[in-house]
Nanobody
Framework: QAQLVESGGGLVQPGGSLTLSCAAS????????LYWYRQVPGKQRELVAR???????RYADAVKGRFTISRDDAKNKVYLQMNNLQPEDTAVYLC??????????WGQGTQVTVSS
């Protein structure tokens, strides 16, 4: 059974850093495209970063230059390094793994709160 489990969220002051991790099980991880989304109550879920099997990262404009997505296929993990965090980055961050459109899995999310 496929499962994604995020970790690493928490409370951080503006300008601080966090690294999120997403551990996958039950899937052939190296075949999947991997995504980080974020969700704020009352707003549409937002794609933050993605890294496909070509290992080329892509970012939303709002986080470009501050966030770094990476994958470790040997460990079945995807990471999101977040630097210079701002209050507007406060959200639940969710990991997503997709193989085409028929095999799509989500984690439960991890809360990131940026506040002084």
């Amino acid at each position: 059974q496929a499962q994604l489990v995020e970790s690493g969220g928490g409370l951080v002051q503006p300008g601080g850093s966090l690294t999120l991790s997403c551990a996958a099980s039950g899937i052939t991880f190296s075949l999947y495209s991997l995504y980080w989304y974020r969700q704020v109550p009352g707003k549409q879920r937002e794609l933050v970063a993605r890294i496909q099997t070509d290992n080329v990262p892509r970012y939303a404009d709002a986080v470009k230059g501050r966030f770094t997505i990476s994958r470790d296929d040997a460990k079945n993990k995807v990471y999101l390094q977040m630097n210079n965090l701002q209050p507007e980055d406060t959200a639940v961050y969710l990991c997503n793994a997709a193989l085409g459109t028929s095999l799509v899995y989500w984690g439960q999310g991890t809360q990131v709160t940026v506040s002084s």
